[in-house]
């Protein structure tokens, strides 16, 4: 009781900070991502606590143009993803098959506000791991409508805010290939936003004790990883800046764009977020080097766009 009671208080910044960066649903048909595999939103019996978002058709995937899978976390651990349709579609969209933590409700999406934080109660890190189990088996399922069309050997995990701690905390796990962490870092003793709280309100710690994960688990991360955060006024950024300085042992670039902790998931095709989160996903688990330009050598992508604030280590 003591821990969920915490969480909630500890989430309030986070919501007041969201509901100020970002607009809006739009209203109207769920989103299909622009990649060349229109997406659609669907439950599974299989995986009750979760939604998936797959491409329509799956005719052209098969065990040599597969669909690499990928777990995603809300922000405030919340068990709802319909505020983040847009950029988990676009996502689908690109040839991916995204298992978001929260249980499918049926036309939802367009209604969502605010993106679920702290709403639909809690969820734990362990079912982004259960995402990857219950994908694992459909692949070998014979009667599976995702019989052999699935590559669980590429799997990614990737959240935001308290879902980014979530990915995070699983990250250690040997089957998973990279990590995305979002508006969102280990929370640094001490670390306040610079962005002042709706009211005048007194600043709480950043995700402060919303989720037992210290800085000793950047040690133990074994894949590439990429925070992609919200610039100086993001109530992450402390946290995100510490852990990239911290982490040396891995690949690990940091994305910052201008826009606070809300970040761009309800835009269209989930905005500059989705660009390069696709960006990312396609170069390291589907090994598209044209993706990887974004991210590689002194001139890459993300090196020349001045909207962008983007570092990188032990990415050449």
């Known amino acids: 009781m003591l821990r969920r009671i915490c969480m909630l208080i500890c989430a309030l910044p986070l919501l007041a900070a969201t509901a100020a960066a970002q607009p809006a649903s739009p209203q109207g048909p769920p989103p299909t991502g622009s990649?060349?595999?229109?997406?659609?939103?669907?439950?599974d019996p299989g995986v009750p606590g979760h939604t998936v978002y797959r491409p329509k058709d799956l005719s052209s995937f098969n065990q040599d143009n597969s669909l690499p899978v990928v777990a995603w976390g809300n922000g405030g651990c919340a068990n709802s993803n319909q505020f983040y349709s847009p950029f988990l579609a676009e996502i689908a969209s690109r040839g991916f098959l995204v298992v978001a933590i929260g249980p499918f409700t049926p036309g939802a999406a367009?209604?969502?506000?605010g993106g679920?934080?702290?709403?639909?109660?809690a969820t734990k890190s362990a079912?982004?791991?259960e995402a990857l189990d219950w994908a694992t088996a459909e692949n070998k399922r014979q009667d599976s409508k995702y019989y052999q069309k699935l590559n669980p050997s590429k799997f990614a995990?990737?959240?935001h805010s308290c879902g980014g701690l979530q990915a995070l905390e699983v990250s250690p796990d040997p089957r998973v290939t990279t990590t995305l962490v979002m508006d969102s870092g280990v929370v640094t003793p001490g670390a306040m936003s610079k962005t002042p709280m709706p009211g005048g309100a007194k600043q709480k710690p950043p995700m402060g004790g919303a989720m037992a994960v210290g800085k000793d688990i950047l040690q133990k991360l074994h894949a590439p990883v990429i925070y992609i955060n919200g610039g100086e006024k993001d109530i992450a950024y402390a946290n995100g800046m510490d852990d990239f300085a911290r982490i040396d042992k891995v690949p690990v670039a940091m994305a910052n764009l201008d826009v606070g902790h809300g970040g761009?998931?309800?835009q269209t095709n989930g905005g500059e977020f989705g660009r390069v989160a696709v960006a990312w996903l396609q170069w390291r688990l589907k090994g598209d080097e044209t993706a990887g330009k974004m991210f590689?050598?002194?001139?890459?992508?993300?090196c020349k766009d001045t909207d962008w604030k983007f570092e990188k280590k032990k990415i050449d």
């Open 264 to 266: 761009t998931y309800s």
């Open 157 to 159: 995990v990737f959240g």
């Open 116 to 121: 679920g934080m702290g709403m639909g109660g």
């Open 296 to 302: 590689v050598g002194p001139s890459c992508g993300l």
């Open 110 to 113: 367009a209604e969502s506000r």
């Open 127 to 129: 079912q982004l791991l």
């Open 35 to 43: 990649g060349p595999y229109p997406a659609i939103i669907e439950g």
